[in-house]
């Protein structure tokens, strides 16, 4: 007999939008807004280098310099490393101007993953309550729940940039549940496609977790989810 369910935490990049191919479109802009000669190698490189990035800071590698005054400031200066990295050491100030082109750039190109509204809008009827958990910039973040049509489904989103932690770490569930009022974890599902933020976030907080393994890849961590599909629509086996 299945789990019963009522609140179900969805991730949103390569979720329910293609993050990939929305992250290469804002660097190509990047690229061509610097005059800089375009090729595949610079796009894909970016990507590795990003992908990478925020596995290093999820796992605490990368270090705040010092205490930020508010949370925009952390992920400001976050956000701008990756840039003062792919572009050589430029200064933290053009890194910062970069960044901020780069996100308006994120929300002109969104594309939904396969059956995203479907399932969001067979769930919603069903009476489930849905939630955005995500570390994605909150700007983006509504631009991308807006051009898929999916606000109206949404109860509550949910930033990093709002919890001022990454997923998986413990602060960042915390805070959520506390802007939810509710420490209920048994009636909780977390759904995304990262193994080392979103079903670790799950087992490290108590709550159950699916993977969503759209690429279908060998789980070669000790990341173990509840359920695991390889597409969305999937979910109508589980709930």
Same mark, same amino acid.
């Given at each position: 007999m299945l789990k019963i369910y009522k609140?179900?935490?969805?991730?949103?990049?390569?979720?329910?939008? &293609?993050?990939?191919? @929305?992250?290469?479109?804002?660097?190509?802009?990047?690229?061509?807004?610097?005059?800089? @000669?375009?090729?595949?190698?610079?796009?894909?490189? !970016?990507?590795?280098?990003?992908?990478?990035?925020? $596995?290093?800071?999820?796992?605490?590698?990368?270090?705040?310099?010092?205490? !930020?005054?508010?949370?925009?400031?952390?992920?400001?200066?976050?956000?701008?490393?990756?840039?003062?990295?792919?572009? %050589?050491?430029?200064?933290?100030?053009?890194?910062?101007?970069?960044?901020?082109?780069?996100?308006?750039?994120?929300?002109? %190109?969104?594309?939904?993953?396969?059956?995203?509204?479907?399932?969001?809008?067979?769930?919603?009827?069903?009476?489930?309550?849905?939630?955005?958990?995500?570390?994605?910039?909150?700007?983006?973040?509504?631009?991308?729940? %807006?051009?898929?049509?999916?606000?109206?489904?949404?109860?509550?989103?949910?930033?990093?940039?709002?919890?001022?932690?990454?997923?998986?770490?413990?602060?960042?569930?915390?805070?959520? !549940?506390?802007?939810?009022?509710?420490?209920?974890? &048994?009636?909780?599902?977390?759904?995304?496609?990262?193994?080392?933020?979103?079903?670790?976030?799950?087992?490290?907080?108590?709550?159950?977790?699916?993977?969503?393994?759209?690429?279908?890849?060998?789980?070669?961590?000790? !990341?173990?989810?509840?359920?695991?599909?390889?597409?969305?629509?999937?979910? $109508?086996?589980?709930?």
């Amino acid at each position: 007999m299945l789990k019963i369910y009522k609140k179900l935490l969805f991730d949103l990049d390569n979720t329910l939008v &293609d993050d990939d191919e @929305n992250r290469r479109y804002a660097i190509k802009q990047i690229l061509i807004e610097r005059k800089e @000669n375009v090729t595949d190698e610079k796009i894909e490189n !970016f990507i590795n280098l990003d992908n990478q990035f925020w $596995k290093d800071r999820a796992e605490g590698k990368i270090k705040d310099p010092h205490n !930020f005054k508010t949370n925009e400031e952390k992920t400001e200066w976050v956000r701008a490393q990756r840039f003062i990295k792919y572009f %050589n050491n430029i200064s933290f100030e053009e890194g910062k101007e970069i960044n901020k082109k780069y996100i308006n750039f994120l929300s002109k %190109n969104i594309v939904p993953i396969k059956n995203s509204q479907e399932i969001l809008k067979y769930l919603y009827e069903k009476q489930y309550e849905l939630y955005i958990t995500t570390n994605s910039p909150t700007k983006v973040v509504n631009d991308k729940l %807006n051009k898929i049509n999916a606000q109206k489904y949404i109860k509550e989103v949910f930033t990093a940039e709002e919890a001022g932690h990454m997923k998986p770490h413990h602060e960042f569930f915390e805070k959520f !549940f506390n802007k939810i009022n509710t420490c209920d974890k &048994d009636n909780m599902l977390i759904i995304g496609d990262e193994l080392e933020k979103d079903v670790l976030g799950g087992i490290q907080n108590g709550i159950d977790s699916c993977w969503f393994n759209m690429k279908k890849t060998e789980n070669n961590t000790n !990341f173990k989810p509840t359920y695991e599909i390889n597409s969305l629509i999937e979910l $109508k086996n589980i709930l």
